[in-house]
């Protein structure tokens, strides 16, 4: 997916086929994010660019072990000049444009899937935990169900966010409603 941001053009990829400490894998980064103590091989490689003026200026790739994750249009968000991405159960915060790590954090138990806008904060939507953070990611809440939110047809949406509140289904069609402050409604 490519996205434009006042001056650079900023492209994130699923590099599913990047290979760890290989010299023949087909995209090349200026930095790689993966954690050394991490023993098990990554389940989601997610590659960024960011170019100015169609010149490549920085590039990271983040490998992470975990839930498997991919890049669609809300497993990343950019705002004030930060990209914050959704890769495994953490998200990462990256400076714009260098793509320097500011924090990353886990947010889930599992998967982290989506990540929104709300108010100044941002509400990360995981397999098992919803968290509201903070853009310096720090934790303000989380919230948990009975069960995955994630659901099993097409028919019910397992997030929405409708003006301030946060709607969600679980793996059972069991709904429940929150408020900002991570309260359960009703």
């Known amino acids: 997916m490519i996205f434009h941001h006042p001056q650079y053009e900023i492209e994130v990829i ?5 290979v760890l400490n290989s010299k023949d894998n087909l995209n090349h980064y200026q930095h790689i994010l993966h954690d050394p103590a991490d023993v098990y091989q990554p389940s989601a490689k997610h590659g960024i660019r960011v170019k100015e003026n169609g010149v490549e200026t920085s590039s990271v790739i983040i490998c992470a072990s975990g839930g498997a994750t991919g890049i669609f249009e809300n497993s990343y968000l950019i705002k004030n000049g930060v990209i914050f991405i959704c890769c495994t159960d953490h998200v990462y915060a990256l400076q714009i444009p260098s793509l320097d790590l500011i924090w990353k954090n886990n947010l889930d138990w599992a998967t982290c899937f989506c990540i929104y806008e709300f108010g100044d904060d941002l509400i990360v939507h995981g397999e098992l935990v919803i968290s509201r953070v903070t853009t310096d990611g720090i934790i303000k809440w989380q919230f948990s ?10 028919k019910t949406v397992p997030f929405k966010i409708v003006g301030n509140e946060i709607i969600l289904t ?10 900002a402050e991570g309260q359960q409604l009703g």
Do not use: A, C, K, S
């Open 170 to 179: 679980d793996w059972q069609d069991y709904q429940y409603r929150l408020n």
């Open 145 to 154: 169900g009975r069960d995955i939110f994630v659901t099993p047809n097409n």
């Open 14 to 18: 699923n590099d599913e086929n990047y």
